[in-house]
């Protein structure tokens, strides 16, 4: 019976220390702790639990941690300032396709008041014109854009039009040639209604001609060239070749 008691008590006494370990050695406590760090400048607010003894599984701590992102407030576009900019390019657009209109109609003008003027081959001006002599006398007085003398340089310059997208004051270009190597040997200058203005060498003069009503030339068009809305990047061109050239 004593062995019985002293048993129990030495069990109650290990317990008791094992108890008193456990609780003045072992169990740990960290404090809370927030705290706000960035993340791709986003804030992130962290926030750390205390940190717990787990004697009933495998002894290992667990933390317990919260993230909460704070999600950018994105303001919504602002509709009157998209108007406004779409507006101002929409009469920038106006503005540009009525100066290169009122270009082309000066260009018809001008080049219209040498009806008639005789054709010389190698000439340019002032009574008489070969054809590539007609079209750089009226580009330059008519609208101050400079291009080459022969026809043959005058059809690399500007951009690039095909007979469907012709324009007024586009220059059109052609091979009259015989064997019809498809070389450019003249030139003239698009009005509308598939009329075109060129001093002719057949004609003898200045004249204008039709495309429809004269199909040789419908036949023997190459390209066409519009120069007129880049007239800056044109000039600046050729006044460059021309330097390397003398």
């Given at each position: 019976m004593?062995?019985?008691?002293?048993?129990l008590?030495?069990v109650?006494l290990l317990?008791?220390l094992?108890?008193?370990?456990?609780k003045?050695?072992y169990?740990?406590?960290v404090?809370?702790?927030?705290?706000?760090?960035?993340?791709?400048?986003?804030?992130?607010?962290?926030?750390?639990n205390?940190i717990k003894?787990?004697?009933?599984?495998?002894?290992?701590?667990?933390v317990?941690?919260?993230?909460?992102?704070a999600?950018k407030k994105?303001?919504?576009?602002?509709?009157?300032?998209?108007i406004?900019?779409?507006r101002k390019q929409?009469?920038?657009?106006k503005?540009?396709?009525?100066?290169?209109?009122?270009?082309?109609?000066k260009?018809?003008?001008?080049a219209k008041?040498?009806l008639g003027?005789k054709?010389?081959?190698?000439?340019t001006?002032?009574k008489t014109?070969?054809?590539?002599?007609?079209t750089q006398k009226?580009?330059?007085?008519s609208a101050g854009i400079?291009?080459?003398?022969?026809?043959?340089?005058?059809a690399?310059v500007?951009?690039y039009?095909?007979?469907?997208d012709l324009k007024k004051?586009?220059?059109?270009?052609?091979?009259t040639t015989?064997?019809?190597l498809g070389?450019?040997?003249?030139?003239?200058?698009y009005?509308?209604?598939?009329?075109f203005?060129h001093?002719?060498?057949?004609g003898?003069?200045?004249?204008i001609?039709n495309f429809?009503?004269k199909?040789f030339?419908?036949?023997?068009f190459?390209w066409?060239?519009r120069?007129?809305?880049?007239?800056t990047?044109v000039?600046?061109?050729?006044?460059?070749?021309?330097?390397?050239?003398?």
């Amino acid at each position: 019976m004593i062995l019985i008691r002293n048993t129990l008590l030495s069990v109650l006494l290990l317990q008791l220390l094992a108890f008193s370990y456990i609780k003045f050695f072992y169990k740990k406590e960290v404090p809370n702790l927030t705290h706000l760090v960035k993340i791709d400048s986003i804030p992130v607010k962290v926030v750390t639990n205390t940190i717990k003894k787990n004697h009933m599984m495998d002894n290992k701590p667990t933390v317990t941690k919260e993230i909460h992102v704070a999600q950018k407030k994105v303001s919504p576009p602002n509709i009157k300032k998209i108007i406004n900019i779409a507006r101002k390019q929409v009469s920038i657009k106006k503005k540009s396709l009525k100066k290169i209109s009122n270009i082309s109609t000066k260009v018809e003008k001008y080049a219209k008041k040498f009806l008639g003027y005789k054709y010389v081959w190698g000439a340019t001006g002032p009574k008489t014109f070969d054809c590539s002599g007609f079209t750089q006398k009226v580009y330059k007085q008519s609208a101050g854009i400079v291009i080459p003398r022969v026809s043959r340089n005058q059809a690399k310059v500007g951009k690039y039009i095909k007979y469907s997208d012709l324009k007024k004051g586009d220059m059109v270009f052609f091979d009259t040639t015989k064997k019809h190597l498809g070389k450019v040997n003249h030139v003239g200058i698009y009005l509308s209604n598939g009329n075109f203005i060129h001093a002719s060498s057949g004609g003898k003069k200045v004249i204008i001609t039709n495309f429809n009503k004269k199909r040789f030339y419908k036949n023997r068009f190459l390209w066409g060239r519009r120069i007129i809305q880049e007239h800056t990047a044109v000039v600046s061109v050729i006044k460059k070749r021309n330097k390397e050239e003398s």
